[in-house]
């Protein structure tokens, strides 16, 4: 099994550009989410889904559109890039809630924001 | 007050010694506790859960502490491979079950 994987790894935008960035995994988990990680901010999640087809907004959804059309991928927009956008993002899914299991990541997509 | 709070660090100590790291939260309604450990430019994996009554796993201890509300993350023997920064999680309990991460204590083992 892979667990979980993003693409891509690594991304550089300028101000303005738009980007998608793909989860996918295969342990038919329910729930995905995404978190952006700043130093010093921990992790911050962004919008996260609680089964095929649907999603809801996290802590820091601005600037961002998921969508879920298949279970086993999440996918995270960023329609207009800025600067502020400039993290390191983090996939993750469980089977059930995170608040009662555990959480796989994916291996991160470290995007610079010029 | 933050919701999750840990000192950042870093910890830097000898190989073979003991460390602790607390983690305390803010709001009483917690209901779930982890701790997860992250490599340097890795993504955080799930090193344990917290039980109310504490719980160990081989060198690692952890404890809750509803009253004072905070969690502890214990290492006994320090191993070089322990280096690494340690993220405390919290859940509120609810629809969602809103999980909130702290911001991580950076260890050090030193040869």
């Known amino acids: 099994n892979a667990g979980v994987t993003q693409t891509p790894k690594f991304r550089v935008l300028k101000t303005g550009q738009s980007m998608t960035l793909l989860c996918a995994q295969d342990m038919n988990h329910e729930y995905m989410y995404w978190y952006r990680q700043d130093p010093g901010m921990g992790l911050r999640l962004i919008h996260y889904?609680?089964?095929?087809?649907?999603?809801a907004k996290g802590e820091v959804p601005d600037g961002y559109n998921v969508s879920r059309l298949k279970k086993q991928n999440f996918l995270l927009g960023l329609e207009s890039a800025a600067p502020s956008q400039t993290s390191v993002y983090f996939c993750a899914s469980s089977y059930r809630g995170g608040g009662y299991n555990e959480q796989f990541f994916g291996p991160g997509t470290r995007l610079t924001v010029l | 007050r933050k919701e999750v709070e840990q000192d950042p660090g870093p910890f830097n100590v000898p190989e073979g010694a003991t460390v602790a790291f607390n983690c305390t939260y803010s709001n009483s309604a917690s209901q779930s506790f982890f701790w997860y450990r992250q490599d340097c430019r890795k993504e955080p994996k799930l090193l344990m859960s917290?039980?109310?009554s504490g719980n160990e796993d081989g060198r690692f201890t952890a404890q809750l502490n509803r009253a004072s509300q905070y969690i502890s993350l214990l290492i006994r023997d320090s191993k070089l491979s322990d280096s690494a920064t340690y993220l405390c999680v919290v859940t509120l309990s609810g629809g969602y079950q809103k999980v909130t991460f702290g911001t991580g204590t950076k260890l050090q083992v030193i040869p």
């Open positions: 917290v039980y109310s």
């Open positions: 889904s609680v089964g095929e087809g649907t999603t």
